[in-house]
């Protein structure tokens, strides 16, 4: 049985079975690995040998892509998921913290490139000229290494929950386990076929989707997520198999429904933060099972559904996985409930999860000691969400800790936005907080108050966001409040606790909206 994803494939690289399905092409194991093969010599005769064989990869969900993943297992080196969504220095800073030698880029990325400053990295256009005949001269691969299940197969950046995202360095015996365990589950091998539309820089695609693709063998379909195309992909490809993160299925629900909607192969989704009315709804419609499960990148906590799990509830956790007191360091009481099913001991039941065996599967974030440091304390590794468990052990996400919030699946902190707001010459002061999603996860909402004087139309607002280059795409507010004032302490802090609490209508004042995606305010 195979160790690492380098011996994995190198078991795959003979079949001819289909691999990977994109537009009107079909790739067999054979020809995927044998392109993935020459990517691998490739950036390994361009690498410098003096320095860690680190490559990042700014692209879609394309075979380019799954090329990358597939020969960074059989080369040897660590690939570095960049985030596509990180704009300007933040880019830039992701890149480098990584140490990053070799980048790889497509047209539909490229520009996020310019004017940013990258020494020491070279930056190849694999649809370009001189990356081809990179691939001309390569040769046959030489490994960069024999890897250990232990070593890095890959870098994969989390969204920041306090301060910048930090790089969780992913094992090989990792997505292997993940791979394994969804197999055993639900019996999957390889004649299914797995629909990649989630961003493949994200530890759900590489977990829940990409694991267990190469560890069955079975075809990879990678996708840009539509809510209106899954279905017509799932009928086009013959996917049995997807998974989510965050809201995709709501996004899919809030399309028309047709009566021949259950005529499509989907058998599975595995994803999380999924809402039990959209899990039940996107079964029923779709007739397919959706399991929905609670881990973090890192890899440390890991909680799953099973029969009976309450509604709400996570489930239950992975041997370890508990609810501790940070300042106490005791585990918390169970939680108790009324008649109506409120918690009425938060104070004493509500508290982190952490994973009392220590690290589980992480393996420390990359280039960052004190980050590592503070996720493992008291031979515990203390993940900074807030839940609370049942005395039958259900676990609940109560929230996480920190100034952030998860939109559309992605963390986020909230002061790099407001710096970017603050640039907005007639904003005087600003708050930035979490208020809730109406399917899942949160929705970014800042509170503004103008300097006298001044005036800020929707219209404004909305170009001056747009001409920020360093701000990313979730990072748009979906609601603005201008009021005269924001609470504070008597030292000038602002009381974001009470900014949440009113929601996102708080009643005084003017509050502007914004649709879904779309980048145009309007006065509710």
């Given at each position: 049985m ?24 079909v ?24 320095r ?9 969900n ?11 297992a ?15 220095a ?7 913290h ?41 040769g ?13 197969f890959?870098?994969m950046f ?6 910048e995202p ?51 063998g ?10 209106s ?5 799932l009928?086009?490809y ?18 028309p ?39 973090s990148?890192e890899?440390?906590?890991?909680i799953?559904?099973?029969?009976g ?9 992975f ?6 007191n ?23 039941a ?23 440091d ?12 807030l ?16 100034d952030?919030?998860r ?31 109406e ?19 929707p ?9 920020q ?56």
């Amino acid at each position: 049985m195979a160790e690492t994803l380098q011996q994995l494939l190198r078991e795959r690289a003979d079949r001819d079975t289909p691999a990977l399905k994109y537009g009107d092409r079909v790739w067999t194991w054979r020809e995927h690995l044998a392109d993935a093969a020459a990517t691998a010599a490739a950036v390994i005769g361009a690498a410098d040998p003096d320095r860690p064989l680190h490559v990042g990869t700014l692209l879609g969900n394309t075979p380019e892509m799954l090329t990358a993943m597939a020969s960074a297992a059989l080369g040897g080196y660590v690939l570095c998921g960049v985030n596509d969504t990180r704009r300007g220095a933040a880019l830039a800073r992701d890149i480098l913290h990584a140490h990053c030698q070799i980048l790889l880029t497509d047209p539909a990325h490229r520009e996020l490139l310019d004017g940013l400053e990258l020494p020491g990295v070279r930056v190849f256009d694999v649809s370009g000229e001189s990356w081809a005949a990179l691939l001309e001269r390569a040769g046959p691969p030489t490994p960069h290494r024999e890897v250990a299940a232990t070593d890095t197969f890959m870098m994969m950046f989390t969204s920041g929950t306090s301060g910048e995202p930090k790089a969780v360095q992913v094992t090989h015996l990792t997505v292997l386990f993940a791979g394994a365990t969804l197999i055993a589950r639900f019996g999957l091998d390889a004649t299914d076929v797995c629909y990649l539309s989630m961003p493949l820089f994200h530890a759900n695609s590489l977990f829940a989707g990409w694991s267990v693709a190469v560890s069955t063998g079975a075809a990879m379909v990678p996708a840009t997520f539509s809510a209106s195309g899954l279905l017509p992909d799932l009928r086009r490809y013959c996917v049995t198999f997807m998974n989510y993160v965050g809201k995709p299925l709501a996004f899919v629900l809030a399309t028309p429904e047709r009566p021949d909607d259950r005529d499509n192969p989907l058998r599975l989704a595995v994803g999380n933060e999924a809402s039990d009315r959209d899990i039940a709804e996107f079964s029923r419609r779709f007739d397919c099972t959706v399991w929905d499960g609670f881990g973090s990148t890192e890899g440390a906590i890991i909680i799953t559904r099973e029969d009976g799990c309450p509604p709400g509830s996570l489930g239950r956790g992975f041997p370890g996985v508990a609810v501790y007191n940070p300042g106490t360091l005791a585990e918390c009481p169970p939680a108790a409930f009324d008649g109506d099913g409120a918690l009425t001991n938060a104070d004493e039941a509500i508290g982190e999860l952490v994973n009392t065996t220590g690290a589980g599967l992480f393996a420390g974030y990359y280039n960052d000691r004190e980050a590592t440091d503070a996720r493992l304390r008291h031979g515990m590794f203390w993940s900074g969400d807030l839940a609370y468990r049942d005395a039958d052990g259900w676990i609940y996400f109560a929230g996480r800790s920190g100034d952030w919030l998860r939109v559309d699946g992605e963390n986020m902190t909230t002061a790099p936005i407001e710096r970017i707001l603050q640039r907005l010459a007639p904003v005087s002061h600003v708050a930035v907080y979490a208020v809730p999603d109406e399917h899942v996860g949160d929705q970014v909402m800042a509170a503004m108050v103008l300097a006298d004087g001044a005036d800020l139309t929707p219209g404004e607002f909305g170009r001056f966001l747009a001409a920020q280059p360093d701000l990313s795409p979730k990072a748009w507010p979906r609601y603005v409040w201008l009021t005269d004032r924001l609470p504070t302490t008597a030292t000038n802090k602002i009381l974001k606790r009470e900014l949440t609490a009113l929601g996102a209508a708080p009643g005084a004042g003017v509050v502007w909206t914004r649709d879904g995606k779309s980048r145009v305010y309007r006065d509710t």
